[in-house]
């Protein structure tokens, strides 16, 4: 089971049943460990991903579109598997979605 941690409950545009049926999805798919999923403010970065199964989410994250949101929860679980931005961390990403790079360039001329 995940356990889904929020600071604040005003996020509309993303729910708390989007992000943990996107993490349950990839979860399974890649055949990682989700301990803990959290929601906070972040500086720098759009999620993370730790070595105990922590998945952080950037809570500004959450007014984007959907596919966004799913891009970073891939990205961040297929850290789990390839712990580098390498040739097999980019494969993998292309396999599971191909588009990548267009979500990643549209988060990337949006960070504040």
Known sequence: MIYLKLTKRNMNEVTREDILKLCEKW???LKVRVKRVQIREMRKKWGSYSSKGILTINKELLKFPL???EYVVLHELLHGIVPNHGRTFKTLLYTYMPEWEEIHEYLENRKS
């Open 67 to 69: 596919k966004c949101v």
């Open 27 to 29: 979860r399974k798919e």
